[in-house]
């Protein structure tokens, strides 16, 4: 338990230290009017307290990702804790704060608009269409599990299209609602309860943790298959919400636009991407102590899912608020996950189409064709929404963290912050498109009868890694021969 409880220790010190560095760098100016001020209209841009921003801030982001994640990814050894705390204090919490922050000053705009900003007008088109649909997906794919699960736990005429339509109906509501109407009063609550409950799994990890390795024990990859599931790339998308994601970076501006100073900034999109790394590490180190070790949690996984491993620990170490908590988690977390993803889908769209949000038939208007497509996309099979949802999460990061990149840059600020954990994803994600069955491997397996070699796909990897760099170095040096000329004159 030393490294566990040094690893918590080290999340709780990254938000102190390098939390505040980064705060630092990107000029955090808390006379500075935010937009919740300026632009208020009671549906969008309504001002909320700091603690509440946060917990929404913290569900939206993190459903059940930091547990379902944490627990499937954690097969992959002690490097599984180390990609957790130095994901999330390096890159996730950056890539969440500096999305929130640069929203925060662009009236609170939609992530497309903020990296066709620093990307080009080209990159904006994509951007819009490629988080749309992402938003489209992720509301898709959380409809699934607690379907599933309500349809189990209520009589038979309740069955899973009822509660997928009811599911639906709610997700209308939370997306054309004010924000504080529905989801500014039942988050806190749901936030709130996933904490409680990762709190209390922590002080039963240190009642029964005697049984929990050390990270310099037994280091090597656990799956079963490591030769189709290598750490690199595989653990780095496996484990997203828990470190970094994507995703995060689209729900930062609805909380940007409730902000009421940018000093709080850090608080909210700061501390609540290192609370989602605690609760990855928590659940993480859960399931390899209640299980009995890697092989254990492996059979347990094989044989059952990460849902009912979750209920069998709250109960057991938890007792009856446990499984409450258990139950409440597994169906409120996805979907206050899905609901928020749609609701930034709409505010995307209403972005890029430039229409007001104020009568709630324009946002009728916008958002029923979201709604039609997603339900049209969930129809596809779950396991293949998942799969192809995971490394696109994963490129959205990318794009964000070269935006924020070039943002720093120009700025002439201290962009090392960015560049590093860009360079690194952008790695990973071509690597893992071009290795993993749902990326390229699958049509060379179909067209020519063989996978892509491992090598060959961390090869492209750093290839394109490479090629940003260079990119990127031209532009500085365009930048700087610029800003040389401006000065002569």
Not at 28 to 42: E, I, L, N, W, Y
Not at 203 to 223: A, C, I, Q, R
Not at 293 to 300: A, D, K, M, N, R
Request: proline share 4%.
């Amino acid at each position: 338990m030393i490294s566990f409880a040094a690893a918590i220790l080290l999340l709780v010190a990254g938000y102190l230290v390098y939390g505040a560095f980064v705060e630092r760098v990107f000029g955090s100016d808390p006379k500075r009017q935010t937009p919740v001020k300026t632009m208020a209209d009671g549906v969008d841009y309504v001002e909320m307290p700091t603690w509440k921003i946060y917990l929404i801030q913290f569900l939206n982001i993190a459903g059940l990702g930091p547990i379902f994640g944490a627990i499937m990814g954690v097969m992959f050894g002690p490097a599984a804790f180390l990609w957790i705390v130095f994901g999330t204090i390096l890159a996730g919490a950056v890539h969440d704060y500096l999305a929130g922050m640069l929203s925060l000053r662009r009236k609170g705009s939609s992530l497309p608009e903020l990296v066709g900003e620093q990307l080009g007008s080209g990159i904006r088109n994509v951007m819009r269409v490629f988080s749309l649909l992402l938003m489209i997906l992720v509301g898709a794919v959380f409809v699934y599990n607690p379907a599933d699960l309500l349809a189990m736990l209520t009589p038979d005429y309740l069955d899973k299209m009822f509660w997928i339509a009811l599911i639906f109906i709610y997700y209308m509501a939370a997306a054309v609602l004010p924000v504080d109407k529905l989801i500014g009063r039942l988050y806190p609550i749901f936030g709130a309860a996933l904490l409680f409950m990762a709190i209390g799994i922590l002080v039963m990890l240190f009642v029964h943790g005697g049984s929990m390795p050390e990270m310099w024990e037994n280091f090597y990859n656990h799956k079963a298959d490591p030769e189709t599931s290598p750490i690199f790339p595989m653990m780095f998308v496996s484990i997203a919400c828990g470190a970094i994601s994507g995703f995060h970076a689209t729900q930062s501006p609805m909380m940007a636009r409730c902000l009421d100073n940018e000093r709080h900034g850090r608080v909210v999109f700061y501390g609540a991407m290192v609370t989602e790394g605690l609760v990855a590490l928590i659940w993480a180190a859960a399931a390899i102590v209640f299980t009995g070790g890697y092989s254990e949690l492996q059979s347990t996984l094989g044989s059952s899912s990460p849902a009912i491993l979750v209920n069998s620990i709250s109960e057991t170490w938890l007792g009856t608020v446990g499984g409450i908590l258990a139950i409440l988690g597994v169906i409120a977390a996805p979907i206050t996950s899905g609901d928020t993803a749609l609701r930034s889908a709409r505010l995307i769209a209403a972005d890029f189409m430039n229409v007001n949000q104020g009568n709630v038939m324009k946002r009728l208007a916008v958002s029923v064709p979201i709604f039609l497509l997603c339900f049209i996309i969930m129809l596809l099979p779950y396991e293949v929404l998942w799969r192809y949802f995971a490394w696109c999460n994963q490129v959205l990061a990318v794009f964000t963290l070269w935006a924020l990149t070039v943002w720093l840059a120009s700025e002439r600020k201290i962009y090392v912050i960015t560049l590093i954990p860009a360079l690194f994803m952008t790695c990973v994600t071509v690597s893992y498109i071009f290795f993993a069955p749902e990326g390229f491997s699958s049509l060379t397996q179909y067209l020519l009868s063989t996978s892509i070699p491992y090598e060959l796909a961390i090869g492209a990897g750093i290839g394109v890694a490479f090629i940003f760099l260079l990119m990127f170095m031209r532009w500085q040096r365009g930048l700087a021969a610029e800003t040389g000329r401006l000065a002569a004159d």
